[in-house]
T-cell receptor
Framework: NAGVTQTPKFQVLKTGQSMTLQCAQD?????MSWYRQDPGMGLRLIHY???????DQGEVPNGYNVSRSTTEDFPLRLLSAAPSQTSVYFC?????????????FGSGTRLTVV | KQEVTQIPAALSVPEGENLVLNCSFT??????LQWFRQDPGKGLTSLLL?????REQTSGRLNASLDKSSGRSTLYIAASQPGDSATYLC?????????????FGTGTRLQVTL
């Protein structure tokens, strides 16, 4: 089924470890974004990409890296995990020239840093 | 900076009741507004998308309205059912700058009781 696929669904990390959250879409969407969701704070934008090879920072980028080597994939890297990065992470995508189609979200990755 | 507010934060209604969820935003220069549903521990499901040129959208028992001039949107749910219990989020895409950013409200947690 076409959509946004995130892996893993759950992850526990120790402080200082690094890891990559994967996001892939098969809808040929140009726009892709990463959000984190924390209780009482809603979803906040971490990084986004308007196309392959182009990325930019969102509202809360510190501690995260992204790259966009292909249209389909937009991985999010945690360089040195901290307990403050315990959250649920969502990847989203949309067309660039058809903003009226709205956004499609993945099912999320629940990350716990101990 | 765009700010999105949803009131109330939580709502409990008996089955069969009609209800209205509110969403307000500070910057009226938007491409569109999207309403999502989120079930506990799950991802976001898109419910309705309203373009900036539209006044309302309907899907089944759901009706969303948009008033850009006042910076408000409402989601009307008719004849509520226990299966409607979830968190409802609204999000706006600004019309200025890159259209890859959604700004979310903090959501309204709805419980429909038997």
């Amino acid at each position: 089924n076409a959509g946004v696929t995130q892996t893993p669904k759950f992850q526990v990390l120790k402080t200082g470890q690094s890891m990559t959250l994967q996001c892939a879409q098969d809808m040929n969407h140009e726009y892709m974004s990463w959000y984190r969701q924390d209780p009482g704070m809603g979803l906040r934008l971490i990084h986004y990409s308007v196309g392959a090879g182009i990325t930019d920072q969102g509202e809360v980028p510190n501690g995260y890296n992204v790259s966009r080597s292909t249209t389909e994939d937009f991985p999010l890297r945690l360089l040195s995990a901290a307990p403050s990065q315990t959250s649920v992470y969502f990847c989203a995508s949309s067309y660039s020239y058809r903003v009226e189609d709205g956004y499609t979200f993945g099912s999320g990755t629940r990350l716990t840093v101990v | 900076k765009q700010e999105v507010t949803q009131i109330p934060a939580a709502l409990s209604v008996p089955e069969g009741e009609n209800l209205v969820l509110n969403c307000s935003f500070t910057d009226s220069a938007i491409y569109n507004l999207q309403w999502f549903r989120q079930d506990p521990g799950k991802g976001l499901t898109s419910l309705l998308l309203i373009q900036s040129s539209q006044r309302e959208q309907t899907s089944g028992r759901l009706n969303a309205s948009l008033d850009k001039s006042s910076g408000r949107s409402t989601l009307y749910i008719a004849a509520s059912q226990p299966g409607d219990s979830a968190t409802y989020l609204c999000a706006v895409v600004r019309a200025t700058g890159t259209a890859s950013k959604l700004t979310f409200g903090t959501g309204t947690r709805l419980q429909v009781t038997l």
